[in-house]
Every structure is written in C-alpha cells, then in structure tokens.
C-alpha cells in the first residue's frame, strides 16, 4: 500500500532550525510532485512548499526564504528544512503526494515556542 512517513518534527526554539523527513513507498517516487502543507488549530490546511518532479519549487510566501523543499529520489525521500522559525509555523506538517487529490501523510507536529 501507499505509505508517506514523516519524521522529525518537535520542539524548537523561535529562530531555531528543524528538518522534516518523508519517506514514501508504494508509489513511483520520481513521477509525482511532491509537498508540504500544514494545518494549525483553527486555521484552514495550507500549501508550504511544493517540488516538482524536474527539482522546481515554489513557497508560501510566509515561508519563503526560510524553508527549503528537496527530495531524493534514489531514497523516495522528500525534505523540508526550516531555519528561523517562528511561533506562527507551529502547526502539524503533512507530507503529500500529487496534491489534494493525491496521498497524504499522517503528520509530524511542529511546535515553535519560548
């Protein structure tokens, strides 16, 4: 079956740095876009950071400039590493496969406080 794994988020200090992992299986890797959208309490599920199968990314304007998309594709792994942190991206972090309509991860909770 499809399976999208995160791993790495937690508790980080404002201005402090994760990275998120996602390890898929069950998919062809190479051919899909992959992303990573985030969903905080109250508040609508939101594209962070999209790659596409050629390597070229786009951000949330929010993130830009701070956040980092890449994948490996020999591993079937996709990244997400955050530098300067902010209290605002504390959220749960999903791991997606083909956008909306395409697979999700179960989640990795990120939370950026004090």
């Known amino acids: 079956q499809v399976q999208l794994v995160e791993s790495g988020g937690g508790l980080v200090q404002p201005g402090g740095s994760l990275r998120l992992s996602c390890a898929a299986s069950?998919?062809?890797?190479?051919?899909?876009?992959m992303g990573w959208y985030r969903q905080a309490p109250g508040k609508q599920r939101e594209l962070v950071a999209r790659i596409t199968t050629g390597g070229i990314t786009n951000y949330a304007d929010s993130v830009k400039g701070r956040f980092t998309i890449s994948r490996d594709n020999a591993k079937n792994t996709v990244f997400l590493q955050m530098n300067s942190l902010k209290p605002e991206d504390t959220a749960v972090y999903y791991c997606?496969?083909?956008?909306?309509?395409?697979?999700w991860g179960q989640g990795t909770q990120v939370t950026v406080s004090s």
């Open positions: 997606n496969a083909a956008g909306s309509n395409g697979f």
């Open positions: 069950g998919i062809k890797f190479s051919i899909y876009s």
